[in-house]
């Protein structure tokens, strides 16, 4: 069993950045998917961002050009860059690693709030 650790939420104005972590109890190198999702109250949740064992990475038309996904396999730990943050971007951001998409270890969350 992996367990994943998110941190680094908090409130912040609009027009300002955060970055989130996911630290893995284990080793990322062996997971083909890492994503990044949030669920905002009322709402589905949604894939942000996602970057894949190779490196390669992909954005929702939502976090394009304001958000960016990387990773450190020394520390086990995934991050996300957010830009640019707007009221609609409240939500509890989730991270997920796995052989694909939603598959595998989830976090438990951590809250992001945008606000004046």
């Known amino acids: 069993q992996v367990q994943l650790v998110e941190s680094g939420g908090g409130l912040v104005q609009p027009g300002g950045s955060l970055t989130l972590s996911c630290v893995a109890s284990?080793?990322?190198?062996?997971?083909?998917?890492m994503t990044w999702y949030r669920q905002a109250p009322g709402k589905q949740r949604e894939l942000v961002a996602s970057i894949k064992g190779s490196g390669a990475r992909g954005y929702a038309d939502s976090a394009a050009g304001r958000f960016f996904i990387f990773k450190d396999n020394a520390k086990n730990t995934m991050y996300l860059r957010m830009n640019s943050l707007q009221p609609e971007d409240t939500a509890v951001y989730l991270c997920?690693?796995?052989?694909?998409?939603?598959?595998?270890?989830w976090g438990k969350g951590t809250q992001v709030t945008v606000s004046a």
């Open positions: 997920n690693m796995g052989p694909s998409y939603g598959m595998g270890y």
């Open positions: 284990g080793s990322i190198s062996v997971f083909e998917q």
